[in-house]
């Protein structure tokens, strides 16, 4: 087998020699007949996809993480014309200028090459991927998670026969086999992968951090805070915290813990209210617990101990922290945080300011959900993930994010003297 899968990267890297000088216009028809293929062959994808299920359980996070809909497929092929849309990221001008030997030179934006994403579950995220990496001129090496083996297989067959019909080296695009020796053949192929990318649970993210030789983009796991600061609005928050936690409580940036000024726990049982239609179970420390032992479903109510926070839940749980000031909560948050998505609910200009500059995260918000960190929300098309670093990127990975530089030097004969 490691002798097939270094064949398929060396075929991969192949591949890339075309694809920065594709027209924009071949990229954006090719995707949007790669939408329209995949709302034909929907049918097809939904069957792989029960397949695939009948091997989760519907109580772990993974299921819903794993589940295709009619409409979750209609947003795959939307995001797929929303990146035909997208401006080309390639051959742009970045910097230039003229030497006093009269040397021309020019900074121009370029493909990283072949880059290799390592995911779980999620099967859109194979389509997100492919047409971000394709739109930007690059390779891409897919290794999902074997829970999603079947849907993510005719996925690719789909997206490869497109390309196949439109005279387009389909070896640009590869599904390596779900077991974990690909993994490990994966992070020493630096002969064939320029940069990879993994995209999951902080367990796979450390692995990969720790056993590549090939440059790693970390899309780090989601441990999300909501402060809900003594100048907060009542009802915004109560809003903000049920969309942040309820949406998709799978999801990177779901809410995992409320922070709360101890001069509003009288208003606490207020904000956490609508979150008992849910079911959302709920750790509290002491203060928190006391202000809502009589104020919220006792069944759902738990005391917190230090494990529960700077817990990424992925679940209809989360933890409740009292702190007596904006800079107590900030404090916690950049101890117990990911780095991934931090907010706060508040009409204190000053503390809003305090906050945005002192907390360490990708991205950071006032009194609105965590919910928007998402490529498609950042007017980015899509998006490969979420860098919770700070080389090379930071925040949702988007086209121009998928790309480097190179130095273009335009001469009449010049030669250096010293």
């Given at each position: 087998m490691q002798r097939t899968i270094a064949k398929q990267l060396h075929g991969a890297k192949l591949a890339t020699t075309g694809l920065s000088s594709m027209p924009v216009s071949k990229i954006n028809r090719v995707l949007r007949t790669i939408a329209s293929a995949i709302t034909r062959k929907k049918k097809k994808i939904l069957s792989a996809n029960q397949k695939d299920l009948r091997l989760i359980s519907k109580t772990d996070p993974y299921y819903d993480r794993a589940l295709l809909t009619p409409a979750r497929i209609s947003g795959i092929t939307g995001q797929l014309r929303?990146?035909?849309?997208?401006?080309?990221?390639?051959?742009?001008?970045?910097?230039?200028?003229?030497?006093?030997?009269?040397?021309?030179?020019?900074k121009i934006s370029a493909p990283l090459g072949v880059v290799g994403v390592i995911y779980e579950s999620r099967p859109n995220v194979t389509v997100e991927v492919f047409s971000l990496l394709f739109k930007s001129g690059n390779a891409c090496v897919l290794k999902g998670g074997k829970e999603v083996r079947r849907t993510n297989t005719v996925l690719v067959k789909i997206i490869q026969q497109v390309l196949k019909a439109n005279k387009i080296n389909s070896n640009c695009v590869l599904l390596l086999p779900s077991d974990r020796a690909a993994v490990k053949q994966m992070l020493r192929a630096d002969k064939y992968i320029d940069v990879l990318i993994p995209r999951g649970s902080a367990g796979l993210i450390k692995y990969v951090r720790e056993n590549s030789i090939i440059p790693v983009i970390e899309t780090g796991a989601g441990v999300v805070h909501t402060y809900f600061d003594k100048s907060g609005n009542e009802k915004i928050g109560a809003k903000i915290i049920f969309n942040a936690k309820t949406r998709r409580p799978s999801v990177c940036n779901a809410l995992d813990t409320l922070i709360i000024h101890q001069a509003r726990l009288k208003d606490l049982s207020k904000l956490v209210a609508p979150l008992v239609k849910s079911k959302v179970i709920i750790y509290t420390d002491r203060q928190a617990y006391e202000a809502l032992k009589n104020n919220y479903d006792y069944n759902l109510l738990r005391r917190a101990n230090e494990k529960d926070f700077g817990k990424e839940f992925l679940s209809l749980r989360m933890s409740i922290k009292t702190v007596a000031s904006a800079r107590e909560a900030i404090s916690f948050i950049n101890q117990h945080g990911s780095k991934h998505s931090e907010a706060i609910i508040a009409r204190d200009k000053k503390i809003i300011e305090q906050f945005f500059n002192q907390v360490d995260a990708a991205a950071v918000y006032s009194n609105t959900s965590t919910a928007f960190t998402d490529g498609g929300q950042f007017g980015l098309g899509a998006e490969i993930g979420t860098s919770t670093q700070k080389l090379h990127a930071r925040g949702p990975l988007g086209l121009r994010e998928l790309t480097s530089y190179k130095w273009i030097a335009r001469g009449n004969g010049q030669i250096r003297t010293v």
């Open positions: 929303d990146v035909a849309k997208l401006p080309s990221p390639l051959n742009k001008i970045l910097e230039q200028r003229t030497l006093p030997n009269g040397l021309r030179l020019s």
